[in-house]
């Protein structure tokens, strides 16, 4: 029993008894973390799987087998040892502190720059203590060394160093974030990378290297802030006899129609005044639209022009001062006899008698045709090109209800004055053909039959809708 009382027996037992069970309580630990993707199993797993096995062996030959700590084999294995321990110091601040910062601390608004010089400077520390214990090397002479050294270099590289320092300050400062939209002198556009050099502004046409020293001695705008408040402004131009509030309120209603408007943003539309043109006089109208982030400015943009030209014709305004002459008698009469007699059961002097009060109209891809809820003015009969047929859940969410194409028509609500059932929008082109409401009631109430068509249609569509909310299979719509 000599043995028991050995200096190596208890650190023996202590590793044979002390790493399985470590082993297995790591093991356990870094597959709970991983289970909840936890930025912290990176580290338990370096733990479990690198430190935790040299330094038992590190323990057994230095304390179980008494081999003496300067020998080479040991001063390699505590090297690696050493390193092992370095990269789970810096894997484990990294976890902690920075990548599970919450969002808009201190922690996550701190520039990448300051984080690479932290850890270099850990490393430094971890690599001079390193070889000054198991080495044996005085690294105060080392230190000492590069100071001077350093201050040498600054002295003759002052004027790029104090670059470098002004950008670092504006880092520090933090005047944008990755992912903000800035407006330089020099470019304009995204944010995807900022690091100790540079910025790298994604502008659409490339990517826009901008130095930190250059930003940090001009003036430039960040677009995203404050948060929330980006806008839209288009300018349009009508002729001055057009009605002023009928102008702003069809731009306010186009705009609040688009797609890229923010949640919950404003629209706002306002007269500037008249200019002068070459040709005549014009009234200039400038449009504000919320928009979540100036990246749906061009789209935004595009899709606005687009749809307030199909808008301006079908009211009767003159955008640019130009006329629309697409409603003529010809195409009022042909669509008359083609899509609307067939559907209402016309007789020809019926259809001679609508041709004053229809009109041929069109809307833009993705237009709004109509809006549920809204009671419409009169029946709109497709001349050409498609309309989908939409709800809008509480949540939400948009369900199909389904497709219209040549020869349906939309509004059927009108003649019982009652909200539209779902919205619907223009896949394509739409012509359509317009019928006010007021002389469509003068010719159904005379045909008993026709009524008790529409009013089957129209249960039609209304169970349509509601199937759709509850997410249960569409037929075809009538």
């Known amino acids: 029993m000599n043995f028991v009382h050995a200096p190596w027996f208890f650190w023996a037992i202590g590793v044979a008894i002390g790493l399985p069970v470590a082993l297995i309580v790591l093991t356990e630990w870094h597959q709970t973390l991983a289970h909840k993707n936890s930025h912290l199993a990176r580290p338990v797993h370096l733990l ?228 002068d043109y070459s040709t005549a006089l014009c009234m200039q109208y400038r449009t504000s639209i919320a928009l979540a982030s100036p990246g749906d400015d061009g789209a935004a943009q595009a899709t606005f022009l687009r749809w307030v030209w199909y808008a301006s014709r079908r009211e009767g305004l003159h955008l640019d001062g130009a006329e629309d002459d697409f409603s003529t008698t010809d195409r009022v009469e042909k669509a008359l006899q083609t ?57 939400g969410s948009v369900t199909d209800v389904g497709t219209l194409d040549e020869g349906s028509f939309v509004g059927l609500t009108a003649l019982t004055r009652q909200p539209n059932l779902s919205d619907a929008y223009a896949l394509t082109e739409v012509t359509a053909l317009e019928v006010d409401r007021e002389y469509l009631e003068r010719l159904v109430m005379h045909k008993p039959l026709l009524l008790q068509e529409f009013g089957r249609l129209l249960e039609d569509r209304r169970s349509q809708v509601s199937r759709a909310a509850r997410s249960e299979p569409l037929g075809t719509p009538g």
């Not at 041929?360 to 047929?389: D, H, K, N, T």
Request: hydrophobic share 50%.
């Open 48 to 275: 479990r799987s690198y430190v935790l096995p040299l330094g038992a062996l590190l323990l057994l030959l230095v304390k179980a087998t008494q081999i003496d700590a300067r020998d080479t084999s040991v001063r390699m294995l505590a090297t690696v040892f050493g390193f092992v321990v370095l990269v789970l110091v810096l894997s484990g601040l990294n976890a902690t502190l920075f990548q599970s910062a919450p969002q808009g601390s201190w922690r996550d608004r701190l520039p990448a720059i300051f984080v690479d010089v932290a850890r270099f400077l850990l490393i430094g520390v971890g690599l001079a203590l390193i070889f000054s214990y198991v080495w044996g090397v005085r690294v105060a002479g080392v230190f000492t060394a590069l100071g001077v050294t350093s201050v040498v270099i600054g002295l003759m590289l002052q004027n790029s160093v104090g670059q470098v320092v002004s950008g670092l300050f504006m880092l520090l400062e933090q005047p944008f974030r990755i992912g903000d939209w800035l407006e330089t002198p020099a470019a304009r556009g995204r944010i995807v990378e900022a690091n100790w050099r540079a910025v790298h502004i994604e502008t659409g046409k490339g990517l826009q290297i901008t130095p930190n020293s250059v930003l940090a001695t001009t003036s430039f705008t960040n677009l995203s802030r404050p948060a929330n408040a980006h806008k839209l402004v288009i300018t349009t131009t009508f002729s001055p006899t057009d009605p002023p509030d009928r102008v702003c309120a069809m731009l306010s209603r186009v705009a609040s129609a688009l797609p890229q408007l923010k949640a919950g943003g404003t629209v706002t539309s306002v007269v500037l005044g008249c200019v």
């Open 339 to 395: 899509v609307v007699a067939p559907a209402l059961r016309l007789t020809p002097a019926e259809e001679q008698s609508l041709v004053p009060y229809a009109k041929v109209v069109r809307y833009g891809a993705e237009e709004v045709v109509q809006c549920a809820g809204e009671v419409p003015r009169g029946m709109s009969f497709l001349v050409a090109g498609s309309i989908r047929l939409s709800v809008t859940g509480e949540d």
